[in-house]
């Protein structure tokens, strides 16, 4: 009996061992930009791609976005498919920082370019050839920016804590997700820096999500530890999860209206609770005087300028010294967060700053 077989995109291109220029199209989009997410659901990527939309409306660029459910197949699929129709110009969250070296490649082989946010593009991705971009916000500086607002805090109410030892609860991210990795960098050395000696206490996987991190509180709280200075999280969602819990455990100034600060010590918690994002309900539950401060991430600068140098280069053919409609512009000089450790590639760095928030 003969077996059916299922040919998708990604097993056609395979088959023809990459010579997608000899592949006839049935009708070319080379005037259309992909736009591939690694998932469009979490706070900040349904920004990112709201960012991306408003962008293009205004400047009439033709779009075409695509989820890929955090599944790195599924990415690599999107992309092969999209370029069997022609569309040669892309946007990327990928899905992991290894996929981006695989993606280059592909798109160089077709004579495109792409812009690469939030999940860091390696050096070698960048190597490949110039029209490859990191258009997105260094991680290490929403930690520096958290550890900044904690040391205002502390200065501004030393009866808070016991000299500089500072207890502390963290919660991470994804772990291996360049955020996690670099906020937390950020944030422990500027501590250092500012010369406390930090003690984490607890330290929770929440996977960004809310439920998670209230529920990791709830159990530490209800496990008798109620003694702690300030609680970071890697993101608002989890910060609010945070505020969720104390809330809960009557951990506030006074149980009876938990939005009255009535210490004056600028948050109506009984702890300073500290996020990044500076999402839409960061911000009210700043104004609520429970989140005592974020750290902006601007999804829609990020993804501005992600979709212009792409665009750029589709009607140029590069993005040499190229400034954006938001007055963005390449990196001066190196860091020690990837890819910013690379001279070579500085010129295809663009950086979209964090911004410290606290009302």
């Keep these: 009996m003969k077996k059916m077989i299922k040919i998708t995109a990604g097993l056609l291109l395979a088959l023809s ?14 005037d259309v930009i992909g736009v591939l997410l690694r ?41 092969k498919t999209l370029l069997l129709n022609g569309v040669k110009n892309f946007v990327f ?27 860091i593009p390696t ?26 607002i904690i040391d ?31 906020r937390k960098v950020g944030v422990m050395e500027e501590l250092a820096r500012l010369g406390y000696n930090v003690n984490v206490l607890g330290e929770f996987g929440a996977n960004w999500d809310r439920a998670s991190a209230r529920q990791y509180l709830d159990l530490w709280i ?14 608002d969602e989890m910060a609010l999860g945070a505020v969720d819990s104390l809330l809960s455990h009557d951990m506030v100034d006074n149980p009876a209206n938990p939005t009255v600060d009535l210490d004056s010590d600028g948050t109506a918690l009984a702890v300073p609770v500290l996020g990044v994002d500076a999402t839409e309900g960061g911000k009210v539950s700043l104004s609520k005087k429970q989140l005592y401060g974020t750290v902006l991430q601007d999804a829609n600068a990020q993804a501005a300028t992600a979709l212009e140098l792409v665009w750029q280069c589709m009607k140029e053919g ?16 190196t860091t020690k967060e990837a890819p910013l450790t690379e001279k070579s590639v500085i010129g295809q760095c663009f950086i979209v700053p964090f911004v410290p928030v606290t009302k």
């Excluded at 706070?43 to 660029?61: C, H, M, P, Q």
């Excluded at 590069?318 to 001066?332: D, L, R, S």
């Design 318 to 333: 590069n993005a040499k010294n190229y400034k954006t409609q938001g007055g963005i512009t390449v990196a001066k000089e």
């Design 222 to 235: 209800e496990a008798g530890n109620s003694d702690f200075d300030v609680i970071i999280a890697q993101n």
């Design 123 to 148: 050096v070698e991705a960048l190597k490949t050839d110039e029209n490859f971009f990191y258009a997105s916000s260094p991680e290490m500086d929403a930690g520096k920016f958290q550890a900044q």
């Design 17 to 30: 061992m990459f010579s997608i220029s000899s592949c006839k199209k049935a009708s070319s989009q080379e």
């Design 93 to 119: 969250i990928a899905y992991n920082s290894d996929l981006t070296e695989q993606m280059t490649k592909i798109i160089k082989s077709q004579g495109g370019s792409a812009a690469f946010s939030n999940v």
């Design 39 to 79: 998932n469009d659901n979490e706070v900040f990527l349904s920004a990112y791609r709201k960012g991306i939309e408003d962008f293009a409306k205004k400047n009439n660029i033709k779009v075409q976005i695509y989820s890929a459910n955090n599944d790195a197949a599924i990415q690599i699929d999107q992309l």
């Design 152 to 182: 205002g805090y502390f200065k501004k109410n030393p009866g808070k804590l016991d000299g500089k030892n500072l207890r502390v609860l963290y919660f991470n991210g994804e772990y291996g997700h360049p955020a996690q990795i670099y």
